[in-house]
Structure formats: structure tokens, C-alpha cells
């Protein structure tokens, strides 16, 4: 089952790292560390052609390091064809909760607590040493991902056409972009859904009208935006120029005149070469022109 957990030890040099091994590409950091810091809430899914990613992270635990920092746990799974094992019911779940926890600024959030009553210090510290024990790591997961009971399907939870935007803080904008990500991941569309902390301007997210749908969830700490979800804005791909057939008016006149004087500098180099090598032509009778007699005195 291709999820992963990352995490950090208890450990003064522990550093973050996946338990059992992680995923072959940090794609999360390729492609949105520019909308959003990872050390908060992010949830990142996406389905193309190449299969389904789904990155959720910063959900904090109630482990800590030597210096009190709070370690914190990130959930990462990827598909490359929809007869995987993964339990995506499972994550869309955890989707849902950990959302949820965000929006109502639960310090002690159902994710926490289902992720730390699995995933205990001594839990961490042992795996964390151990490289080996995926399948441990994930049965794990999946364990916390249970413990969180099952979907909560809204009868408004319908996933909205197209491409838009809404505040975390908005019921109908967390229910709609569940709907997107059980969509995405059970392949019944494709696209990206996105919650991201750095920015929350419709205008950044513009799609070209042939781009894949895109449902964003942001922060908006000012608040600016309708609780709603509203349409992402359109931007127009500029047409591209045309290039016609070079005209002579299209050549720059220093340059008409050069070719030009070049042209008949070489048509007269033409003629003197044809006059000079050019045999006598046979039965026009003419003789040659009789050299001139040297004077006598």
C-alpha cells in the first residue's frame, strides 16, 4: 500500500524523515512550496494521467522534542491505478478531520489525538531507528485512519463543477472540496484540490480555460473572501502571432539597396566572362579581325 508517514524522534539530532521509507519524489515541494509553507496545515491532492498523489501535513502530535518544539506528522500516498490497496475512504477521512480541526482551531483536533494514541513515542523512537518496517508504518496508519470513524457524507456534499476558491473557514467550502478529493482519488475526475497557507488571492490561481479543474482552499486571514466557494478567474492564453512570407518592403532599405548593387555587379561579371570565353558562332562568315601591321619607317 503506497502511504507514508513522516515524522521526527524524540531525539536532540532527530530530524524529520519518513518511518519505513518515503515516496521516490518530493513532489509537494517541487511544485506548490511557493503557495505554501509546510511546517502548517497543506493538503495537496492530484490525479493525471500518471495516477493520484495525496499529501497531508503538519498535523501536530503531542510528542516534543528536547527543546519543546511539538513534532508533527504528515501524511503522504500515491496510486498508480485505481485497483491499489490503498483505502482511499480511509483518507478522504482524515481529509475531512483534519480540515475540520483547522477551521475550528482545535489544539487537541480528532487527528491528533487519532494519529497519537497509534503512533506513541515509544512507537516513533523505535521505528524511527529501524528503516525496514514499511508495512508496520502503514498498518498503522491505516489503524489511526480507523479510529476516526467513518465518512461523513453531507447531503450537500456534491463536488462543484469547474475550478474555485473558499476560506477553510466556510462548512460549504471544506464540504465541497471532500467531495473533489474522494473524486480525485476514486477516479472519477481529474485535477488538483489544494489547501495552501502562503496565499489566498483568486486572482494567483487564474486557470486558462483549458487547464485541469482546481478547487483551493486557503487560510484568508483577513478574512476577505465569501464563505462560499467562487469561481477561479479566467485568464485568457494571448493568441499567438501569426508570421507571414517575408515582403520586400519587410527588408530594411540600407539592405534593398546593398542586394541590389550587389545583384548588378555580379550580372555584369556574368556577361564579361560569356563575352570573353565565348567561341566564334559557326556560319555567320565573319573571320577573325586580322592583327594590326606593325609601322616601318
Sequence with gaps: MPTYVETRGSGLPDDYKFLGGGPARAWWYQ???????????????????????????????????????????TVVAEGAQDGDDVDREALVRLVEVWLADVAEQREQGRARRALDEVFTADVVDRLY????????????LREACERLGGPVRHPQAAD?????????????????????VRALLNGESS?????????????????????????VLV??????????????????RPPKKAQGPITPMSVPPGRRRTRTLVALVLLALVIGLVWLLAPEAPGTGLAPTPPVPARTN
Excluded: C, K, M
Design 31 to 73: 511544485d506548490y512550496r511557493d503557495q505554501t509553507t509546510f511546517d502548517h496545515p497543506t493538503v495537496l491532492v492530484e490525479r493525471d494521467a500518471l495516477g493520484w498523489r495525496l499529501y497531508v501535513g503538519a498535523i501536530p502530535s503531542g510528542r516534543h522534542d528536547p527543546t519543546g518544539s511539538t513534532n508533527r506528522i
Design 129 to 140: 531507528t529501524d528503516d525496514g518496517p514499511a508495512d508496520v508504518v502503514r498498518a498503522r
Design 160 to 180: 462543484l463543477p469547474g475550478s474555485w476558491i473558499a476560506p477553510v473557514r466556510g462548512r460549504s467550502g471544506r464540504t465541497a472540496f471532500v467531495a473533489r
Design 191 to 215: 485535477g488538483s484540490a489544494i489547501f495552501v497557507n502562503l496565499v489566498d488571492r483568486a486572482d494567483v490561481f487564474a486557470r486558462e480555460p483549458d487547464d485541469p479543474p482546481l478547487a
Design 219 to 236: 487560510t484568508d486571514p483577513g478574512e476577505t473572501l465569501e464563505l462560499d466557494p467562487l469561481p477561479l478567474p479566467t485568464r485568457a
